[in-house]
């Protein structure tokens, strides 16, 4: 995977705008920012907590061929798709998708951050409801809970009980879901074959693209 | 029935802020025959709503004043208020054109005395201050009102006020029964000058001005600091009347904006610059501006100004475009954002939140009746194939007063050469 | 010339006739103001009151009429009578509406109103109907001075209205800076990509235009006359002089751009790598004529990076460059990344700014630019250091905020413009060579402004200098903001960047509104009628000469540079440079300038008129002079708003501040009045005056007046200068009675009763 890393390194020398035009989905757009920072003041998660480097910032970056500090940057991976900043940027840059992909970019070269939560959360997700054809919610928050061991999983669990349990009563969260029970989709077979057809055809557009 | 002598030797100017009137006088003062056709029941368009020009700060009433006598000096200039044209048939050297007029309920015969005024009990919301306060519904729109004649609004027509305003006249200027009317004239040449409006607010939906009382907008601040404005020039906040001390200015609320203007509209930066001397003025050293911006366009000696600005203490720039604004507690509008000179990140409280809206045409290219061309904002282009009608000012780009005032004169040049063409090919 | 036959008019509408004795009126009309005919009347303006005036004008051969009803800025529609002599006292919004309606204010409310119904009667007697001037000049061919976009668009657009043109273009060929053009910014929809600069069409539209005779090669020797009858001498190549008859002039004299030479920290000039935007342009012709791309001047290889470096030597607050901001380089550096960009999109072009000024439309090329991939970043640099055939440009990028630097075959500078204007005629005269630190004339100081040699471009003949007045930084742009055409030489016009930064289109525009005004000038010179703001004005100023003392001061002072002197040293009044301010009236100590419709007598006699009540009377008198244009509209206003003020005063609108006689203040108060209050609008850098200067003039006069009150024995608060806006509508009235409670605690002027 770092291979991939260098290779690109090599091959855009100098030219970080560019690799990330042509690798990064929607890295187009990235020249097309005026710095206005709207992007940046419009992010949820942004504005509580702060980011290493806010959307508008990591364009600059770009453009100003920091390679090194946009692929260390944790910004990308924040982001909630909420779509506040795509829906107010003056210049209609998709800076949600411009965010993911610059993410999913990243992690495709292996310099995504190991253990990165919403990455771990996205991949976890995608694979939870995938398979059942709709999410299986407290297996996916099993998931998350011991993704850093069985000390911190139970923590957290006996932290959220009281909401856990809310959820019971009101009839919102089946606890069989935890032996793969509970809701389930009705043609799990059908979505499976969708979904094969969908990655046979993306996988076909990217051959097509490179 | 109104009676207009036209001929297709004839300018018609179309809007009567300062690019028609500029138009009408500078045609009209090389000889020629005008009809000037303005929709509010006065002339002077928007001009007359600030308090303040930049850079010079001094008053826009003070060029109209020198406007009006010179068109009261000029007997080849007919003015046709609460009047807005319908239809444009013909080619350019003969067109006809037909201007709807409105009921003014008023005759020549008003001496602008008041007593209707006084007459009348209901009160309407004041346009003119844009509805920032209420005025009786017999009124002149302002001192400077030409025609000084006072106005019935068509509200009350029908009801004991309007018997009360006519009563109340000594000189038969009540006329109840002025009905609207459609009446056709012709024209050579056509000035269109129908000039802009302040994009609306409230579809820039995250800065709350529709939810906020405090978040104003810049047109609205003029009246706020003019000393003749519905605060007495006080600059206090809408929702609870306390003093404005502290103002933000933010840029580019619309204009260069694909969700809403495209355009930058040139005049904001200047006219923020301008409205933190108003917080000055009232407030002295108190008076605190923050000017939230993307690129400060202070285009050439209007640098001079800007560098002034800048130099006071009590003014502060912060090179951001606000991302939303939220209530604290007190009802103080809070700016939250990002200042990009190095990425911080603020949630800055004002007493009031001023948005610089950007301008657009009033009148877009679509909905002008006759064939214009127009660019993506609806501004008026200059025709290659030249035919007779013309834009002028702001209804051919955004423009400050100085280059609308220049843009009028063009266009009046461009009315004569058609109308002297015709007037050989009559000879 | 007909019998004269005074009338005086006195309505009683909108409650003049109940608020006041009319009937007293009428007899203060009859007997103090001794009119042939006086008649009341209940509603004056009305149509039948309206045809009494007309009817005795028709059939009791009326000739000088007293209207004492409204404000002279009320009804003007009904009571336009142009035939007579005509003056308006003022009982409405001078005296009822401004006075409380009260027992108590009712004996000095009827004294005011008398004593304008007074004024009327004597300023109107003191007026005649001007004739118009009949030495007019009625050439309406048009000289346009410069031969690049400006000059072309004001030559074809005056000729398309159908007049007669002469332009003159200094260098061998026309088309200025645009025709050293690679190509212009976008000019419509969609504002994406250069177009075409556009002058050889204009030049082939010029030559083939039979109502343009163009002068190349050529400069102006001479300038002589006044708008309709200006006489030029063009200095032509052979050496020879061409004359030419011209009725109004443009000047469209152009721009330099700011010598790059003087930013050695970017490197011009040591390395052939750096230029300036016209040295780009010359690049991207050269390279477009040999159809290859655009190749870096040090070794021919073809440019693979480029940096502009915006505001070069502009938006300076050192005062070592230029104060301004050009206003188009910033689309121009876009358009020139795009020479590249459109060539081949590999080129890295990044532009660095502090501010990008793209107004209007130009976002719509801005973001062109950025989808074609140029790079935009604020930044300043600091240095441009060349090494071999590259250069690092270190500059300071304000977004990451760090010192960084950009390497690059290619450098350009935007360095701004510096206007073509002349020479400077306001500069101080002494020692051009001498060190700019002693300039020390408020923020120009220590600027540099040209560094062209100051020759002449217009080499006008008139007194006050060879050339048009500049305004700020060398410009000869108008301070008006409404009126932006006005200039303080009637007749001469200035249009493009001569006037104040600007780009193509704007440029193009301004001399199509400039080309309107020249037009104007001629048709009015040629009909005796005054250019703005008195436009169409057909009063003019006579001198009797017998009683002139050829003091000058009616010369010096003329804003307008209207007045020359002639061979025996008598002020000679060019009639159609005149704007009819009356400063010279105001200058002249011997009181030999006058109009036929404003004269030191018309507001004297107005002044002698009023009847001063003695010194037991406790009713002082006090004379407003108020500037028709600001002061007075105010005084109205403060009318209709029912601010009261008061009724001690008697005002009289004047044409200016600048037209005040001193002797209408030694008149008044050697008459018994007890103070002199004169309005007028601000002066100094940001003035408002109409007339320019004439405020500022009028101002200075007054500042001497100090001595004769001294010599008079009397206070010298007793004359009183106020600087008034038109919008001091409630606060001029408060200082009006702070005024007169100052009057009131003087003691009575010694000199009533004389």
């Known amino acids: 995977m770092s291979d991939l890393n260098q290779e690109m390194a090599a091959r855009y020398k100098n030219n970080f705008l560019k690799e990330i035009e042509e690798q990064a989905e929607m890295g187009e757009w990235v020249k097309m920012c005026m710095q206005c920072g709207l992007c940046s003041g419009s992010c949820p998660t942004n504005f509580h907590s702060g980011w290493d480097h806010p959307p508008q910032e990591i364009f600059m970056l770009i453009r100003a061929g920091k390679r090194e500090e946009v692929l260390n940057a944790q910004g990308m991976y924040m982001c909630t798709s909420c779509y506040n900043c795509y829906v107010r940027c003056p210049r209609k840059v998709p800076v949600t998708h411009v965010m993911h992909g610059i993410a999913e970019y990243a992690y495709r070269i292996g310099r995504a951050p190991k253990n990165q939560p919403t990455m771990?959360?996205?991949?976890?997700?995608?694979?939870?409801?995938?398979?059942?054809?709709?999410?299986?919610?407290?297996?996916?928050?099993?998931?998350?809970?011991?993704?850093?061991?069985?000390?911190?999983?139970?923590?957290?669990?006996?932290?959220?009980?009281?909401?856990?349990?809310?959820?019971?009563?009101?009839?919102?969260?089946?606890?069989?879901?935890?032996?793969?029970?509970?809701?389930?989709?009705?043609?799990?077979?059908?979505?499976?074959?969708?979904?094969?057809?969908?990655?046979?055809?993306?996988?076909?557009n990217k051959a097509a693209k490179a | 029935m109104t009676s207009v002598v036209a001929t297709n030797q004839t300018i018609l100017v179309v809007g009567g802020g300062i690019s028609g009137m500029t138009a009408a006088l500078e045609a009209a003062e090389t000889g020629k025959q005008v009809v000037l056709v303005e929709k509010n029941p006065y002339l002077g368009g928007r001009t007359v709503q600030l308090y303040r020009y930049f850079p010079k700060m001094c008053h826009p009433t003070c060029g109209l004043e020198i406007n009006l006598r010179r068109l009261k000096a000029n007997p080849r200039i007919q003015v046709l208020t609460l009047a807005e044209v319908t239809g444009i048939s013909g080619d350019k050297g003969a067109y006809s054109v037909s201007v709807k007029l409105k009921p003014r309920y008023v005759n020549s015969n008003c001496t602008a005395c008041g007593e209707c005024g006084k007459a009348v009990q209901t009160e309407i919301a004041d346009e003119f201050n844009y509805n920032l306060g209420k005025i009786k519904a017999a009124y002149l729109p302002s001192n400077m009102a030409y025609p000084q004649r006072y106005v019935i609004d068509p509200s009350i027509i029908g009801t004991p006020d309007a018997e009360r305003a006519k009563a109340a006249c000594k000189y038969d200027a009540v006329n109840l029964d002025d009905r609207e009317e459609t009446i056709s004239l012709n024209a050579g040449a056509i000035v269109w000058a129908t000039g802009w409006q302040p994009y609306a607010a409230e579809k820039i939906v995250y800065y709350g001005y529709d939810r906020f009382p405090n978040v104003i907008t810049n047109v609205e601040f003029e009246r706020l600091a003019d000393p003749h404005g519905p605060t007495g020039g006080k600059i206090l906040r809408p929702s609870d009347g306390k003093e404005a001390k502290n103002v933000a200015f933010i840029q580019c609320a619309g204009s260069r904006d694909e969700n809403h203007l495209r355009h930058c509209s040139r005049f904001c930066c200047m006219g923020s610059l301008k409205q933190t001397h108003y917080v000055q003025e009232a407030y002295g050293d108190e008076g605190k501006s923050t000017i939230y911006y993307i690129d400060i366009r202070a285009i050439d000696r209007f640098e001079d100004f800007y560098q002034k600005v800048k130099a006071n203490p009590n003014v502060t720039f912060v090179k951001s475009k606000v991302a939303r604004i939220t209530e604290d507690k007190a009802g103080n509008p809070v700016c939250n954002g990002v200042n990009t000179e190095g990425y911080i990140r603020y949630a800055n409280a004002h007493d009031l939140v001023v948005l610089a809206v950007g301008m657009e045409p009033s009148v877009k290219g679509v909905q002008i009746p006759a064939e214009v061309m127009s660019d993506s904002s609806g501004f008026i282009m200059a025709d290659p194939a030249n035919a007779g009608i013309f834009g002028a000012g702001c209804a051919t780009n955004a423009l400050d007063v100085n280059r609308a005032v220049q843009s009028a004169t063009a266009a009046a040049l461009r009315a004569i050469q058609v109308v002297n063409k015709v007037a050989r090919a009559e000879a | 010339m007909a019998e004269t036959k005074t009338a005086a008019y006195i309505c009683k509408g909108c409650e003049i006739g109940t608020r006041l004795d009319t009937a007293a009126l009428v007899k203060t009309a009859t007997k103090s103001g001794k009119m042939n005919i006086v008649r009341e009347h209940d509603f004056l303006c009305s149509a039948e009151g309206v045809a009494m005036i007309q009817n005795d004008i028709d059939n009791e051969g009326v000739t000088h009429a007293a209207l004492c009803a409204c404000s002279r800025r009320a009804k003007t529609e009904a009571f336009n009578f142009p035939t007579i002599a005509m003056s308006r006292g003022n009982l409405r919004e001078g005296v009822i509406w401004i006075r409380p309606d009260t027992d108590a204010a009712r004996e000095t409310t009827q004294e005011m109103a008398e004593d304008y119904v007074r004024m009327a009667c004597a300023e109107v007697k003191a007026m005649t109907v001007p004739p118009g001037n009949q030495k007019t000049g009625t050439v309406k061919t048009l000289l346009v001075v410069g031969g690049g976009m400006s000059g072309m668009t004001s030559a074809l657009e005056a000729s398309k209205a159908g007049y007669k043109v002469v332009l003159v273009e200094k260098s061998a060929a026309l088309g200025g800076w645009a025709a050293k053009l690679h190509k212009r910014v976008p000019t419509r929809e969609p504002f994406k990509s250069p177009e075409d600069n556009g002058v050889a069409d204009m030049v082939a539209r010029i030559e083939a235009d039979s109502n343009i005779k163009a002068y190349l090669n050529a400069t102006i020797a001479k300038t002589d006359g006044a708008p309709g009858r200006f006489k030029v001498d063009i200095a032509i190549e052979s050496g020879a002089i061409a004359q030419e008859d011209v009725g109004a002039i443009i000047q469209a004299t152009g721009f330099t751009l700011y010598d790059a030479n003087k930013l050695p920290e970017f490197a011009y000039g040591k390395t052939p790598n750096v230029v300036d935007q016209a040295g780009l342009e010359a690049l991207a012709k050269a390279a477009a004529a040999e159809g290859k791309p655009i190749r870096r001047p040090s070794d021919g290889q073809p440019v693979k990076s480029v940096v502009f470096v915006q505001c070069a030597g502009q938006r300076d607050a050192t005062g070592k460059h230029l104060q301004y901001c050009s206003g188009f380089c910033c689309n121009t550096s876009i358009k020139q990344a795009m020479y590249f960009k459109d060539s081949n999109p590999d080129i890295d072009t990044v532009v660095l700014f502090t501010d990008l000024r793209t107004p209007g439309n130009g976002e719509d090329f801005y973001r062109a630019a950025q989808n074609k991939g140029v790079i935009f970043s604020k930044g300043v640099v600091s240095q441009v250091v060349p090494s071999g055939n590259a250069c690092t440009v270190k500059f300071k990028d304000l977004i990451l905020?760090?010192?960084?630097?950009?390497?690059?075959?290619?450098?350009?500078?935007?360095?701004?413009?510096?206007?073509?204007?002349?020479?400077?005629?306001?500069?101080?005269?002494?020692?051009?060579?001498?060190?700019?630190?002693?300039?020390?004339?408020?923020?120009?100081?220590?600027?540099?402004?040209?560094?062209?040699?100051?020759?002449?471009?217009?080499?006008?003949?008139?007194?006050?200098?060879?050339?048009?007045?500049?305004?700020?930084?060398?410009?000869?742009?108008?301070?008006?903001?409404?009126?932006?055409?006005?200039?303080?030489?009637?007749?001469?016009?200035?249009?493009?960047?001569?006037?104040?930064?600007?780009?193509?289109?704007?440029?193009?525009?301004?001399?199509?509104?400039?080309?309107?005004?020249?037009?104007?000038?001629?048709?009015?010179?040629?009909?005796?009628?005054?250019?703005?703001?008195?436009?169409?004005?057909?009063?003019?100023?006579?001198?009797?000469?017998?009683?002139?003392?050829?003091?000058?001061?009616?010369?010096?002072?003329?804003?307008?540079?209207?007045?020359?002197?002639?061979?025996?040293?008598?002020?000679?009044?060019?009639?159609?440079?005149?704007?009819?301010?009356?400063?010279?009236?105001?200058?002249?100590?011997?009181?030999?300038?006058?109009?036929?419709?404003?004269?030191?007598?018309?507001?004297?006699?107005?002044?002698?008129?009023?009847?001063?009540?003695?010194?037991?009377?406790?009713?002082?008198?006090?004379?407003?002079?108020?500037?028709?244009?600001?002061?007075?509209?105010?005084?109205?206003?403060?009318?209709?708003?029912?601010?009261?003020?008061?009724?001690?005063?008697?005002?009289?609108?004047?044409?200016?501040?600048?037209?005040?006689?001193?002797?209408?203040?030694?008149?008044?108060?050697?008459?018994?009045?007890?103070g002199v209050m004169l309005m007028g609008c601000k002066h100094g850098e940001e003035y408002q005056c109409h007339f320019v200067k004439g405020s500022e003039l009028g101002r200075y006069r007054l500042s001497k007046v100090g001595d004769t009150l001294k010599g008079m024995n009397l206070e010298t608060e007793r004359v009183h200068d106020l600087e008034v806006a038109i919008t001091d509508i409630a606060t001029l009235p408060q200082k009006i009675n702070d005024y007169a409670a100052l009057i009131k605690s003087f003691p009575p002027s010694p000199f009533k009763g004389f």
């Not at chain 1, 069985?150 to 923590?155: L, R």
């Not at chain 3, 600001?630 to 044409?655: Q, T």
Request: glycine share 8%.
């Open chain 3, 401 to 674: 905020n760090e010192d960084t630097e950009a390497q690059a075959d290619l450098v350009v500078l935007a360095t701004g413009v510096v206007p073509n204007s002349g020479v400077n005629i306001d500069a101080p005269v002494a020692a051009p060579a001498a060190a700019p630190a002693e300039a020390a004339e408020g923020e120009v100081a220590g600027e540099v402004i040209a560094t062209i040699a100051p020759e002449s471009i217009l080499n006008l003949t008139y007194r006050q200098g060879p050339d048009m007045p500049q305004f700020k930084h060398g410009f000869t742009d108008s301070h008006f903001i409404c009126f932006p055409y006005e200039t303080r030489r009637t007749g001469i016009y200035t249009a493009g960047p001569v006037r104040r930064p600007m780009d193509i289109l704007q440029a193009q525009e301004d001399a199509t509104g400039a080309a309107m005004k020249a037009i104007q000038a001629m048709e009015n010179a040629g009909l005796g009628k005054a250019a703005h703001p008195r436009a169409g004005d057909l009063s003019f100023p006579t001198v009797r000469l017998e009683g002139c003392t050829q003091c000058k001061r009616c010369t010096v002072e003329c804003p307008f540079g209207a007045i020359d002197e002639d061979e025996k040293r008598f002020p000679l009044f060019n009639e159609s440079r005149c704007r009819r301010c009356g400063t010279c009236m105001g200058a002249c100590p011997v009181r030999v300038i006058s109009f036929e419709n404003y004269s030191v007598n018309t507001v004297g006699s107005q002044i002698k008129s009023v009847e001063v009540p003695d010194e037991f009377s406790e009713k002082p008198r006090i004379l407003i002079l108020a500037c028709e244009n600001d002061a007075y509209p105010a005084l109205d206003m403060a009318g209709m708003n029912r601010n009261e003020y008061d009724p001690f005063v008697r005002v009289i609108p004047i044409r200016c501040l600048g037209s005040v006689n001193t002797i209408w203040i030694t008149d008044a108060l050697n008459g018994g009045y007890d």
């Open chain 1, 120 to 204: 771990h959360l996205s991949k976890t997700f995608w694979t939870n409801a995938t398979k059942h054809g709709r999410v299986n919610e407290v297996q996916l928050t099993q998931s998350l809970y011991f993704k850093d061991g069985i000390g911190a999983g139970i923590k957290k669990a006996m932290e959220m009980q009281k909401e856990a349990l809310g959820l019971v009563k009101a009839g919102r969260l089946n606890p069989m879901e935890a032996l793969g029970m509970g809701h389930k989709c009705k043609d799990v077979k059908g979505i499976h074959a969708m979904l094969a057809k969908a990655e046979e055809l993306e996988a076909k």
